[in-house]
């Protein structure tokens, strides 16, 4: 991992609100790496598509994943520019007035093209760390799922990004009413979300042979042990 | 609200999995209804664009906003295509073999254009739509938020999207995990997530006159009483 900021360009520049928008690697990777989820743009010839993906960082890049005949990776294999984006729903940010609401969030924008991985062995490798990414532990030790195999990552393909352009955006706090509204008789104030597991459910094999992985609030992720 | 399934185009189409695809308006709307916010895909000459949003919807059409002079109206205003994605995770799915492991999810693309809604009065009434659908009850009663002005409407600018070209996909259950597997010592089922609110934190204006809204599990939202 560098310490670069991110190339700034006109597409990570702002048009509105460029104090909300920063740069540091370190605060888009604590994003990156918290967010469970990313969502990947592209766009044919038939315009943008938006798609929910699991991701993982590893260094200085973003692994991505599709299946092999997919739109995505048949579109971004010949350098069409991609935009990832992670958001992290913090809560909610109530102002007095309708205005100025806002969810508190915080989100990163990844600019680039992807290149396909062609060996597929570290394809494998890299939807291991997928898992990994989502279930820290998931494929080591006593209790580990089963590796890709070479032959399962013929059907997927793995998109590496490098992660050098992107932009920060951040909103926190409370909102910012203006005087004249003091006296209107809402509650404002912030109101925090966050994500907690539910109780696990093994499947008919699995039943109480092996314990399920346990949610560490830490690092947002459950972790096999 | 119309009961028209989809309009199946191209874009609409899934190259893999299409059994995971459905364009049934009813089950799109729960989940443009019960997500909190939406992910906004359009593409300039610099590529693809994807920004996090909060939304409404209303009737057959969605409710985007953004800064009147932002990169996303500026772009659209014009017909370029745009991409409207709603995630919602509802949690992991593990398989005995890492890949079989997926998030549990539900989402919604709708493509289209969208076009500028002109009269700030009109905007302005979009835009408590927005604040309502994030807290229902917001605007109104003996303790509501003071309703957007014509003013402020004019800083803001509003875009609604017909829902006619869309698709679902949902992922639950339990992972496809392979006969040849059953024997590998690793937990697998499914772990739901859920968001939940943390304890509201007014803001010093307000202080203890007003209570906070309250979280209502049924819709996924604070409602303000």
Redesign the interface.
């Known amino acids: 991992m560098n310490d670069r900021p991110a190339v700034q360009t006109?597409?990570t520049t702002a048009?509105?609100?460029p104090e909300r928008v920063t740069y540091d690697r370190a605060d888009a990777y604590a994003i990156l790496d918290e967010a469970?989820?990313v969502?990947?743009?592209?766009?044919?010839e038939?315009?943008?598509?938006?798609?929910?993906s699991?991701h993982a960082r590893e260094g200085d890049r973003l692994i991505l994943h599709g299946?092999a005949?997919?739109?995505f990776v048949?579109t971004v294999s010949s350098g069409?520019?991609?935009?990832?984006?992670a958001?992290i729903?913090d809560?909610?940010i109530?102002?007095?007035?309708?205005?100025h609401?806002?969810?508190a969030?915080r989100?990163v924008?990844v600019?680039g093209t992807a290149t396909p991985v062609e060996d597929a062995a570290e394809r494998a490798e890299a939807?291991?760390r997928v898992?990994e990414n989502?279930?820290p532990g998931?494929?080591s030790g006593?209790?580990?799922?089963?590796?890709?195999?070479v032959e399962?990552a013929e059907y997927?393909a793995i998109m590496t990004m490098p992660i050098s352009e992107f932009s920060i955006k951040v909103r926190a706090g409370?909102?910012r009413?203006e005087p004249k509204?003091?006296e209107?008789?809402?509650?404002?104030?912030?109101?925090?979300?966050?994500?907690?597991?539910?109780?696990?459910?093994?499947?008919a094999?699995?039943g109480t042979?092996?314990?399920?992985?346990a949610y560490d609030p830490t690092i947002h992720r459950?972790r096999?042990d």
Not at 46 to 52: C, L, N, R, S, T
Not at 80 to 85: G, K, L, S
Not at 209 to 213: G, L, V
Request: hydrophobic letters at 45%; proline letters at 8%.
């Open positions: 006109e597409r048009y509105r609100y469970l989820h969502h990947v743009g592209f766009a044919t038939e315009g943008p598509f938006v798609i929910p699991l299946s005949h997919g739109r048949k069409a520019p991609v935009c990832v984006t958001t729903i809560g909610l109530l102002g007095r007035a309708a205005s609401h806002s969810a969030y989100s924008m600019f939807l291991a898992v989502v279930v998931r494929l006593a209790n580990a799922a089963r590796r890709p195999s399962e997927t409370f909102a009413d509204d003091d209107v008789a809402a509650w404002a104030g912030t109101i925090p979300l966050t994500t907690t597991p539910g109780a696990a459910v093994p499947d094999i699995t042979r092996f314990s399920a992985p459950f096999q």
